[in-house]
């Protein structure tokens, strides 16, 4: 009981922090990106019900998956970067290299479902089929969560 209204209060000030973190102001020790990030650990933890033991195992799995994936979104960024170069100078180039760059951006795409099914399957481990299914709900929702406070931030809502 305490642990879960323990919980709730981290989340109340998570959450009034993360909406004043979102108005531009002076300088901030946290950026809003990893008050988003903190949020997210203290929901998962409380979704998935988390021992301590089990969320140090499963937030260093998580930490490395997220790492491979920037690395991959790293790649694909800098190859639009490419693209959009080739576009902006007006260089010619054939049907056959943008097809081949187009290509190479869908490898990319099918890189990170890879490792996102890699991770989600590494979990057995660690979590319950139950827990697993919780995750990949709640990443889903919090997004959209998330979308929403940012697409919604400054305006009068009821």
Not at 26 to 35: F, T
Not at 137 to 147: A, K, P, T, W
Request: glycine residues 2%; contains cysteine; charged residues 35%.
């Amino acid at each position: 009981m305490k642990k879960t209204l323990l919980l709730m209060c981290i989340m109340i000030f998570s959450i009034s922090s993360l909406n004043a973190q979102m108005r531009p102001r002076g300088n901030n020790d946290m950026k809003p990106l990893e008050q988003i990030e903190e949020w997210e650990k203290m929901k998962l933890i409380k979704v998935l019900d988390l021992s301590e033991e089990n969320s140090i195992r499963f937030f260093a799995r998580r930490n490395e998956h997220q790492k491979r994936v920037r690395e991959i979104l790293n790649q694909r960024d800098q190859l639009a970067q490419e693209i959009e170069k080739e576009i902006k100078d007006g260089a010619k180039v054939s049907d056959a290299v943008y097809q081949e760059q187009v290509n190479r951006m869908l490898e990319f795409e099918a890189k990170m479902m890879k490792e996102r099914e890699s991770f989600i399957k590494s979990l057995n481990d660690i979590l319950s089929p139950e827990q697993i299914a919780k995750l990949t709900v709640f990443e889903i929702r919090f997004r959209r969560e998330v979308r929403e406070r940012i697409m919604g931030h400054g305006k009068n809502r009821p």
